[in-house]
């Protein structure tokens, strides 16, 4: 049985209370292991042992502190198969889309933030001779970072790696669902050489561990990834104590597709950004509107391709769809189908469990679900399901489309298929999103911002918007003469 410890102050130590939470493999339902039950104790234990550290780390030339951060990022390259084989086992991802997507980005953030640590520059204004100004950043202190449990090792070293680049300490707390390679990263933070306390990871759930980071007064910023409802706890929570807030949450992303598109790549494309890690990344393009004139040739092609995903076992090369992330969320799933068909939509592909044999026979597996007919405005398409099902809706106008593609509460992000030039501008100027991909998806430039609208989230992250997140800008003003 595989125990899981935190990581404070440069050593694997178990919880403070000796209790653990029960660790389950999604594409079995069958328990492999243990993660701690982290509280307070823990935490403090986490924040004290990053104010140590947080002297010597700030004062490490930025040169120096990338060095570090990109011999993480070789380590995490060397180890990638046992990564990834964690990552499909704790999460129920299929193992290829861990090898090729989550672990090498895993990587590439530690890379990407320990090479920009040398080159964020600050900004210097003469006013005509009588005086300089000139911004100094300073690292925040002790931080907090958050992540989900939807893209474990990705997400958890997209917040890290911009922190600890910048010369802050973290204090770390992965899902509970999903901490394996947390765990496993915590092993080789030792071989790259980052100080004991600079690193700190504090496993548990949100109510206990999380809720004690969040409340802690010497933590001075959170960044967090996750539900809505959460992140409205957190800025409830952490807004009276005055602490820097990063919020990245949920998204019910349009997708936009026009008659003079590329029909077969946005088919294509469609297919996996609907269905793409079962459906369960914030980014999924979950309302797909289609052009009148075009609607049945996509609805068709889509559907063929719809069914030829393969639902099976996470492990085998064969697999599009692997198992969702738990029992609990699985009939969270199913309750919206069922929803679905009350609110009046026909079922056009998928919509059951699957039940697989052998090793997989007690998994959380879902058929890829396709639903039309529903209106614009009902729940199915304005609440977030987080899952392998989408809509098809046509259209007749761009007016039309715009209006339904803003109409949620929601504005992570957008994918709009159309060769017009014209038109991908002026639309993408009008969506209510943080980022709007046009004839692509899932097309990712680190140094760009990332983040969302209304209630997908506050801040940006990526790029300099995350160095200066995790600082404190200061001018100094020095008169002449």
């Known amino acids: 049985m595989l125990q899981l410890q935190n990581f404070i102050g440069g050593q694997l130590v178990p919880p403070a209370a000796d209790r653990y939470l029960p660790l389950l493999e999604p594409a079995t339902g069958q328990v492999f292991g243990q ?38 990022a070789g380590l995490i390259e060397e180890n990638l198969e046992p990564l990834a084989r964690a990552e499909s086992q704790d999460n129920g991802k299929p193992l290829r889309l861990a090898r090729t997507l989550d672990i090498p980005r895993a990587a590439s953030n530690f890379a990407f933030f320990g090479t920009a640590a040398g080159h964020f520059a600050t900004e210097a204004h003469v006013q005509d001779g009588v005086a300089v100004n000139y911004t100094v950043r300073h690292p925040l202190g002790v931080v907090a970072c958050i992540s989900p449990w939807n893209l474990p090792l990705y997400l958890f070293t997209w917040k890290i790696a911009p922190a600890l680049a910048v010369g802050c300490c973290v204090v770390a707390k992965p899902s509970e669902l999903t901490p394996y390679t947390a765990f496993l990263l915590s092993e080789l933070v030792q071989q790259a050489g980052l100080p004991a306390g600079v690193l700190n990871i504090v496993h548990g759930t949100g109510p206990r561990a999380g809720q004690a980071l969040v409340e802690h007064p010497g933590i001075r910023a959170i960044s967090f990834t996750g539900g809505t409802a959460t992140g409205a706890h957190i800025a409830r929570t952490a807004a009276p104590q005055f602490k820097k807030l990063s919020l990245e949450l949920g998204g019910k992303n349009p997708n936009l597709i026009f008659a003079d598109c590329d029909l077969a790549d946005a088919v294509r494309t469609s297919v ?65 189908i069922e929803l679905a068909h009350e609110e009046g939509g026909r079922l056009l592909a998928g919509g059951q469990r699957v039940y697989l044999p052998g090793r997989c026979a007690g998994g959380y597996f879902l058929q890829p679900t396709v639903f039309e007919g529903l209106s614009p405005d009902c729940r199915v398409n304005q609440e977030e399901i987080f899952g392998p099902v989408v809509t098809l809706t046509p259209f007749d106008t761009e007016a039309e489309v715009l209006a339904w593609a803003n109409g949620t509460d929601y504005g992570l992000s957008a994918t709009l298929w159309t060769r017009d030039l014209h038109r991908a501008h002026r639309l ?50 020095l008169k002449l003469g």
Request: net charge negative.
């Open 272 to 336: 996996r950004s609907s269905f793409a890690n079962q459906g369960q990344i914030c980014l999924c393009g979950s309302r797909i509107f289609v052009e009148r004139s075009i609607y049945e040739a996509f609805k068709t092609e889509f559907l063929a391709q719809v069914a030829a995903l393969t639902v099976g076992d996470p492990l085998e090369e064969a697999t599009h769809q692997g198992a969702l992330v738990s029992e609990a969320h699985l009939q969270k799933v199913l309750r919206y």
């Open 35 to 72: 993660v701690p039950d982290s509280d307070a104790a823990d935490v403090e234990a986490a924040v004290q042992a990053a104010e140590a550290a947080l002297p010597a780390w700030r004062a490490l030339p930025a040169e120096e502190r990338g060095r570090r951060l990109v011999r993480l």
């Open 428 to 477: 993408a100027h009008q969506l209510h999103a943080g980022v709007v991909w046009v004839n692509t998806w899932l097309h990712r430039d680190l140094r760009t911002p990332f983040g969302g609208m209304k209630n997908s989230g506050v801040g940006r992250e990526g790029g300099l918007e995350a160095l200066r997140f995790f600082t404190e800008a200061q001018n100094v003003c």
